[in-house]
């Protein structure tokens, strides 16, 4: 068998939904990052409105409501940072539209990030699999090494 080595990530990168666990991921990206010495980028991936729609959506501004939708993402990611770990320089938090995977492997190509944290929630039932986890698709073509944090229903 071949000996490879491994190297210390040097640029890692978070993938936050901005619901009920990301406090969780912020914490624990934070202190994977501190250990090992790398820099720490969160990201959130907006829903590209038209894109998800598939067609003209009469009477509504898509344009006003995709700006909206991004600086609420913006907010919100500002103030689960903020709450868990202080102040989080604004080049460290990516927000960008599109489907999570394809910004996820943009950002990874973008940025030469080394290391992806990812969240799972690992729970039981008929609504598991309707629930927003994108981490099984990224298993199938990983742009980089990355490691799955599991978590139970937040409390």
């Known amino acids: 068998?071949?000996?490879i080595t491994v190297e210390r990530p040097e640029k890692v990168l978070c993938y936050l939904d901005l619901g009920k666990n990301s406090y969780y991921m912020v914490e624990y990206a934070h202190?994977?990052?501190?250990?090992?010495?790398?820099e720490l980028y969160f990201l959130h991936a907006v829903t590209d409105i038209r894109g998800a729609a598939g067609f003209y959506v009469?009477?509504?501004?898509?344009?006003?409501?995709?700006?909206d939708v991004t600086r609420s993402a913006r907010d919100k990611m500002y103030a689960v940072c903020s709450e868990v770990i202080g102040e989080v320089d604004s080049s460290m938090r990516i927000i960008r539209?599109?489907?999570p995977l394809e910004v996820i492997n943009q950002v990874v190509e973008e940025m030469s990030i080394e290391l992806?944290?990812?969240g799972h929630e690992s729970s039981k039932?008929?609504?598991a699999s309707f629930r927003s986890d994108y981490v099984e698709r990224f298993l199938r073509q990983p742009a980089c090494p990355f490691l799955v944090v599991p978590f139970?229903?937040?409390g």
């Open 152 to 154: 139970k229903e937040a």
């Open 97 to 99: 539209k599109g489907a």
């Open 58 to 67: 009469p009477h509504i501004n898509t344009d006003r409501l995709e700006n």
């Open 1 to 3: 068998m071949k000996k």
């Open 31 to 38: 202190q994977l990052a501190g250990w090992i010495n790398a």
């Open 125 to 127: 039932g008929t609504l």
């Open 116 to 118: 992806v944290i990812l």
